[in-house]
């Protein structure tokens, strides 16, 4: 049996994605000499971008098929609930030139209420918790700000002041010691200023007037002329910006308001397509159902993002969400065989850098920048070379 195998994978070029001179997944995929942007590389067995085994030219969920207690495990189906060759992570490689919509993520009992209601939009009952590892420098918007840089925003905007209720205007002028219950707050201010229209142009024009911009207002306005007159543009204000350096991680969990902006990443995220929308798109959007489940607890910068683990000298880091559906190995051997731990999980592993070796038994694939390969559970895995690899799996 092959212990490993190496994927062709599926490329999607959204609007959004980088030019093929600039983009990452068309330099993986050897598309850089075209004119289309390059958004997306899938990496796994979702049905809208189906990986494919080079030496058969199968599905890979076909290929799991043949062999389900060899290819795929226990532990995937257990996780997952489905006794067939499909994953339950997909693995990407994400080339952001413009911003991505502003978003949440269902749980996977909500999943199954907006799949039985609308399938059109909600197009399975999963959930999609979700990690960004940067590749470059990475920049988005990630969860609500504290509580006194919201009140800092809005009460240098008074230009919107005159379209909110009574209740949010007598907390922003009289400061945070006024906020009793600082979730309900910024329920309520999010619902008021999604809600409003011409919230944009509001602000907009306001800032045309002015010659002191806040870095807010610097962000502003670069998104605007992606997204002019937007009502998700407001939630600058609000929302954390978050920059990432290379190697660092920002996890999204379920009902966690997020938007991409710029930079290539590795992303990870339970085997989903649910996306509930309410801006900086044309896409299908919700409003209502994410005001309703968006999860407003206000934290810092820092807080969003997710720490790794160091193991094997120094040479490995461990990106571990506090879900099963998967995790995240980043792995550099520097030119030492590194063996890596047997999981019991199959894993899906990128060559981002470099070139070397991956091996197991009697089989062995070389790899360079943009090569993917598949290792079944319960083998042990050899890496040697100079490169970088990312590897996902479900957690045990």
């Keep these: 049996m092959s212990q490993i195998v190496k994927l062709t994978c599926s490329v999607q070029n959204y609007a959004w994605g980088k030019s093929a001179a600039e983009s990452l997944v068309a330099e993986f995929t050897k598309n850089s000499h075209k004119t289309e942007p390059f958004a997306e590389l899938w990496m796994g067995t979702h049905p809208r971008g189906h990986s494919v085994v080079k030496q058969t030219g199968q599905k890979l969920s076909d290929w799991i098929g043949e062999d389900l207690n060899s290819r795929l495990g226990s532990v995937c189906p257990a996780i997952s609930g489905k006794e067939n060759g499909d994953l339950p992570f997909l693995l990407k490689i994400l080339s952001i030139d413009k911003a991505l919509s502003l978003q949440v993520h269902p749980t996977k009992e909500h999943a199954a209420e907006l799949h039985a209601r609308d399938p059109q939009h ?70 008021e200023l999604i809600k409003l229209e011409k919230s944009a142009d509001i602000v ?49 969990g379920a009902n966690k ?35 309703n489940m968006v999860d407003c ?13 160091r193991t094997k ?23 030492k065989p590194l063996t890596l731990v047997n999981k019991a999980s199959p894993q899906i592993m990128l060559c981002t850098e470099g070139s070397g070796t991956v091996s197991s038994g009697d089989c062995a694939e070389n790899i360079s920048p943009g090569d993917v390969v598949f290792v079944v559970p319960h083998v042990s895995v050899k890496v040697t070379g100079d490169f970088t690899i990312f590897t996902a799996y479900c957690q045990d």
């Excluded at 995220?269 to 798109?281: E, F, H, P, Y």
């Excluded at 000298?313 to 030119?335: E, Q, S």
């Design 297 to 309: 607890t206000p934290g810092s910068v820092a807080s969003q993002k997710l720490t790794p683990i």
């Design 122 to 191: 909600y197009p399975d009952p999963n959930h999609k918790p979700e990690m960004a590892i940067a590749l470059t420098v990475f920049e988005g918007l990630c969860g609500f700000r504290p509580v006194n840089e919201i009140l800092e925003n809005m009460k240098a905007h008074k230009e919107l002041h005159s379209h909110l209720s009574k209740e949010i205007v007598d907390i922003i002028n009289y400061g945070k010691q006024s906020v009793i219950d600082e979730i309900s707050f910024i329920k309520k201010l999010f619902e």
């Design 204 to 252: 907009k024009e306001a800032l045309d007037r002015s010659s002191d911009l806040s870095a807010s207002d610097e962000l502003f306005n670069r998104i605007h002329a992606q997204h002019p007159g937007d009502g998700g543009l407001v939630c600058i204000y609000l929302l954390n910006h978050v920059i990432l350096q290379p190697g660092e991680c920002m996890f999204l």
């Design 257 to 291: 308001i997020h938007a991409y902006f710029s930079g290539d990443c590795v992303e990870c995220m339970a085997c989903s397509d649910n996306v509930i929308r309410a801006g900086l798109t044309v896409k299908f959007s919700d409003v209502d159902t994410l005001v």
């Design 313 to 335: 000298g120094d040479n490995i880091r461990m990106y571990v969400p506090p879900v099963k559906d998967f995790a995240v190995d980043r792995v550099w051997p520097n030119n």
